[in-house]
């Protein structure tokens, strides 16, 4: 598991790993909506590349993820609004 950065300090973002996808887990941990956050990660066993990003909880759609050496990758943006307590599960599927 690898812990992503937030713009938002009442966000909590993790990445998990496995043989056959990765998946990034975001949870609003506060009473409010959440709106323009971005995710960040200074390293992540992601591999360097594109990525799409398709939501596997409700019909969301987000940017590319583009992710560089040492899987890093900054500035990627979550939209819509995340709603009160919510949780987001992305797949982020190699392109």
């Known amino acids: 598991m690898d812990l ?4 938002n300090p009442g966000v909590f973002a993790s990445l998990r790993l496995s043989a056959d996808e990765a998946i990034l887990v975001i949870l609003n941990l506060t009473a409010s ?18 990525y799409s990003a398709e939501s596997l909880m409700q019909p969301v759609s987000f940017n590319e993820l583009g992710v560089g ?24 599927v190699p392109q």
Do not use: K, Q, Y
Not at 4 to 7: P, R, Y
Not at 69 to 92: K, S, Y
């Open 33 to 50: 909506h959440v709106s323009e956050c971005r995710l960040s990660a200074s390293t992540s066993h992601l591999l360097p590349g594109r």
């Open 69 to 92: 050496t040492n899987g890093t990758f900054a500035g990627f943006w979550i939209g819509p609004d995340i709603p009160v307590h919510g949780t987001l599960i992305i797949r982020l």
């Open 4 to 7: 992503v950065s937030s713009s």
